[in-house]
């Protein structure tokens, strides 16, 4: 069974601060990962996916991938209130069906 | 104006009642996926259907059924066979995996209350 770790938290963060969201693997041949943003009641939100290895940034977020530690990481600057959510890592699984597996969340909230 | 519509948003069922949830994309991708959520917990695959009539199960499948006649339509229709069915249901599409970029997007979500 194909696992994916994150610390449910809560992280609590002051408004403008670095958050940084963490995620760890079991799939050492997971080539795709992915975080999604889901408010209280929502769907997901795709928010960001990196494929190679190192830091792809996008606006106020910035994802890390370090394949040989098997873990991707989600930092968000200058936090704002309305970041407050929780945040979800998804894995691509290896071996051909390259369904993602989902990780159970982290909630985030960014106090004024 | 393309994405993934699901309905309805509320549903409330009676024990020992199949229910069958819709879900309609118009994003043109060829694959389609169904998950349950339940509070507190990560998204667990039911079934998914990366061409047209043909479909697999997921993690868990027991108590679901599907079909995909039309590369734009999934629906899951929740059998009184399924224990605990009271959950949110979410509707998701992708171009076909293994493709770059090969991203999951969701449609709004289907709460299921079964008394």
């Known amino acids: 069974q194909k696992e994916v770790e994150q610390n449910s938290g809560p992280l609590s963060v002051p408004e403008g601060a670095i958050a940084s969201l963490n995620c760890t693997y079991s799939?050492?041949?997971?080539?795709?990962f992915f975080w999604y943003r889901q408010y209280s009641g929502k769907s997901p939100e795709l928010i960001m996916s990196i494929y190679s290895n190192g830091d792809k940034e996008d606006g106020r977020f910035t994802a890390q991938l370090n394949k040989a530690s098997q873990y991707v990481s989600l930092l968000i600057r200058d936090s704002q209130p309305s970041d407050s959510a929780t945040y979800l890592c998804a894995v691509e699984a290896s071996g051909g069906s390259y369904i993602p597996t989902f990780g159970r969340g982290t909630s985030l909230i960014v106090h004024p | 104006d393309g994405g993934i519509t699901q309905s309805p948003k509320y549903l409330f069922r009676k024990e020992g009642q199949n229910v069958t949830l819709s879900c309609e994309q118009n994003?043109?991708?060829?694959?389609m996926y169904w998950y349950r959520q339940d509070p507190g917990q990560g998204l667990r695959l039911i079934y998914y259907s990366q061409i047209v009539n043909d479909f697999q199960k997921g993690d868990i499948a027991e108590g679901y059924s599907v079909s995909r006649e039309k590369k734009e339509s999934f629906p899951l229709t929740v059998t009184s066979a399924q224990k605990n069915p009271t959950a949110f249901y979410l509707c998701?599409?992708?171009?076909?995996?293994?493709?770059?970029?090969?991203?999951?997007?969701f449609g709004p979500g289907t709460r299921l209350t079964v008394t």
């Open positions: 799939d050492r041949g997971s080539q795709s």
């Open positions: 994003l043109n991708h060829d694959a």
């Open positions: 998701a599409s992708s171009l076909t995996p293994g493709q770059v970029p090969y991203e999951q997007y």
